[in-house]
């Protein structure tokens, strides 16, 4: 039943009330929240590098896929790691396999039945990537080498691609090859011809090619017709010369501005579980990440699939300064993934692993006058030091080994670098940071139900102030809800105004994983899907997208009646732009009309902005297709206010299956 109040007698119509009301009050502050708050996790998974976020064009163009770690064995599709034994218990998973390929030589095809192709690791270019693609042919016919990229390659008409071919050539070849991007209609968008030396010597050639038509599914197509001989390719690149920011060898123009559209604050690299590898074997490298590209050798990355170590170190922190980010390395402290094999190094090598991030550290932000690693990062162009501000000391480790080197490489790392954070990995429902000496922050991580984030909006609030503070690194709503619906997002809205309402103590978010090839999802839920041409982000990237850019400075007090669990409101004051932000989730299937009461404010301005992400389906996202049917409308409102006492009170109606954000300039 609606009460209703009649304001300053009779001079104004009375003011209906809503059954349910919101009360804020501005003179009672919160949490400032940080400048830190919104971030992004970045793990190669999904594709989400090669074929994702990194520009090159060519799949395996250094011919190292097929390349598999120590110890491993490959049986059809499986791989099968060698038999470390797990730490915990001293056991040897025997049942564990993984992705692997049946292809001859994964990414290239030979279109000429005459020809042969093989894979040699004699006299290599690079002794770090020695393996090369070995033709030959009678040379009755031309032969035709395909590769079609990451599931067909996006160029466009008029833009200048890079060609890179270090070849050899020898035996009664012409030297001559032309190289031609192809339509998937099989048109020629571009040709041009790489000649070299028939000296068996190996030869660096670039050219490039300007593609007549854009093209979606194109082809590199290497074409040899000089006579009979024998070809060795030790590596082709084809790379947009348009990448972001227009850095050579750097990220797809599209899928870097949409995620610095998220306006991250830090950008975490380079995982997640690759970091600490199936078996220590197959671990991250970031040293093998830098200098040419061309002699980076890769590695078969955890989430079954050859990682090319294309993006390395030094294109991330480029990439996080171009954005505005901090950059987050996470490092292993001698564990491989404690879901997967479990493997430990010895006692006697942690340290190596604690030197290791050492020089990751100095690389982003040495001085290169005193160190090797700062003076390498000098001699690739960049002398100053990066944005680095965070360390997180292993990925998803736990148990009395991991806490152990936890305290070991802290309290080192924290005496050299005392200005950045340095992080523990906390597993919930495992021992937890009770056994440690000290962190600066703890990371846990949620993989759940829509049920759960609801349910969890106010777990910070109670949470023990005073030790550290939570990055909470990896969340997603990713159980029952398949590549993600309207229902994860807004649950997951829920929970974030959980952590943005204790932003004294949640310090840092990130959504895990964030970028999924369409044709490789390897995670069930991504936060943002991507094919050669075309990046979607689901409802869950707008609910990200509306909190970065709409964070308060500070929160305020708000108290609400609603009955309902589906129903989730904080509010903050932004000072710069002189605005009350009040966040509400209504993730019930009616509208959610309510009295909106702010108290304490000296003038509430009637004009406000209402950005609006809403579904008519919990079931509904965002699809290739229909890439904006969950997305945040902004619109101008009028907001009615009337005085009662020291109240301002007004009508507002948040639509159902909705996340909206309030704007009003308020003093
Ligand atoms: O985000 C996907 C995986 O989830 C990460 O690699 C790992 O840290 C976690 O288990």
């Known amino acids: 039943m609606k009460r209703v109040f009649t304001l300053l007698l009779s001079v104004i ?3 209906v009330f809503s059954d349910d009301s919101i009360m804020v009050k501005m003179r009672e502050h919160g949490a400032d929240v ?9 793990e190669e998974i999904n594709h989400a590098g090669d074929g994702g976020l990194y520009a090159e064009l060519v799949q395996n163009r250094s011919f190292e896929e097929l390349d ?3 110890g491993y064995h490959a049986d059809g599709p499986w791989l099968y790691p060698a038999q470390t034994r797990y730490h915990l218990d001293g056991k040897v998973r025997t049942d564990r396999r993984y992705r692997w390929t049946v292809e001859q030589i994964p990414g290239w095809e030979l279109e000429s039945p005459n020809a042969i192709m093989s894979l040699t690791r004699e006299s290599p270019m690079f002794d770090s990537a020695p393996t090369q693609l070995h033709l030959a042919f009678d040379g009755k016919e031309t032969v035709r080498l395909v590769n079609r990229g990451y599931w067909g390659m996006a160029v466009k008409a008029g833009e200048r691609y890079h060609l890179r071919t270090i070849i050899k050539t020898s035996g009664g070849y012409n030297g001559k090859v032309k190289a031609k991007i192809v339509s998937h209609a099989n048109n020629i968008l571009a040709e041009t011809v790489i000649g070299c030396g028939s000296n068996g010597e190996w030869n660096d050639m670039r050219s490039e090619l ?6 979606r599914e194109a082809r590199l197509v290497l074409e040899f017709a000089g006579g009979m001989g024998q070809v060795w390719l030790d590596y082709v690149s084809l790379f947009p010369e348009e990448t972001f920011n227009r850095r050579p060898n750097g990220m797809r123009n599209d899928v870097a501005r949409f995620l610095a559209d998220l306006r991250p604050a830090f950008f975490r690299w380079p995982g997640g579980c690759v970091v600490e590898g199936i078996t220590l074997g197959n671990r991250f490298e970031w040293k093998k990440t830098l200098g040419d590209p061309a002699a980076r050798p890769g590695e078969y990355s955890t989430w079954g699939y050859r990682c090319s170590y294309g993006m390395g170190w030094h294109e991330v922190l480029q990439y996080c300064e171009d954005i505005g980010a901090k950059a987050m390395f996470v490092c292993n402290v001698g564990l491989a993934c404690q879901f997967r094999m479990g493997e430990a190094c010895s006692e006697d090598s942690v340290r190596y692993y604690l030197d290791d991030c050492i020089d990751a550290i100095e690389y982003a932000i040495g001085d290169p006058a005193r160190n090797k690693w700062a003076r390498m990062r000098a001699e690739a162009g960049h002398p100053e030091p ?4 965070y360390v997180e000391i292993g990925n998803e480790n736990w148990g009395h080994v991991y806490d152990k080197r936890f305290d070991y490489f802290y309290e080192e790392l924290k005496r050299r670098y005392p200005h950045l954070t340095f992080i523990y990995n906390e597993m919930p429902d495992r021992e937890g940071p009770s056994l440690i000496k000290k ?8 993989y ?11 777990l910070f609030d109670t949470w023990e102030r005073g030790k550290y503070t939570i990055y909470v690194g990896e969340y997603a709503c990713n159980r029952n809800v398949g590549g993600g619906k309207m229902v994860a997002a807004l649950s997951e809205a829920a929970f974030i105004s959980g952590m943005e309402r204790n932003s004294d103590i949640v310090r840092m978010a990130s959504y895990a994983p964030l970028l999924e090839n369409q044709h490789d999802r390897r995670w069930a839920t991504n936060l943002i899907w991507l094919n050669s041409d075309q990046v979607v982000g689901r409802s869950s990237y707008y609910v990200q997208k509306m909190f970065a850019e709409n964070r308060p400075t500070y929160n305020v007090k708000v108290t609400h009646t609603a009955k309902d669990s589906l129903h989730h409101v904080i509010a903050g004051y932004d000072v710069q732009t002189k605005e009350l932000v009040v966040k509400v989730v209504n993730g019930s299937d009616r509208p959610y009309d309510v009295t909106m009461a702010v108290e304490g404010a000296g003038r509430l301005s009637a004009a406000a902005t209402a950005i609006t992400l809403k579904a008519g389906n919990l079931n509904d996202e965002n699809s290739f297709d229909n890439p904006y049917r969950i997305y945040p409308q902004s619109m101008p409102v009028e907001l009615a206010w009337a005085t009662d006492g020291a109240r301002k009170l007004c009508n507002y109606t948040f639509p159902k299956y909705s ?3 309030v704007r009003l300039k308020a003093e």
């Not at 940080?34 to 970045?42: A, D, H």
């Not at 990066?386 to 501000?389: E, I, K, V, W």
């Not at 759940?448 to 106010?458: H, I, L, Q, S």
């Open 13 to 15: 119509p009375a003011f």
């Open 34 to 42: 940080p400048e830190s708050m919104y971030g992004v996790f970045f």
């Open 68 to 70: 598999m770690p120590a």
């Open 210 to 215: 300007v593609p007549s038509f854009t093209d």
């Open 386 to 389: 990066f944005p680095l501000g």
């Open 439 to 446: 962190t600066d922050m703890i990371d846990p991580h949620w």
């Open 448 to 458: 759940e139900t829509p049920g759960f984030f609801y349910g969890n909006a106010r």
């Open 659 to 661: 996340f909206t954000v």
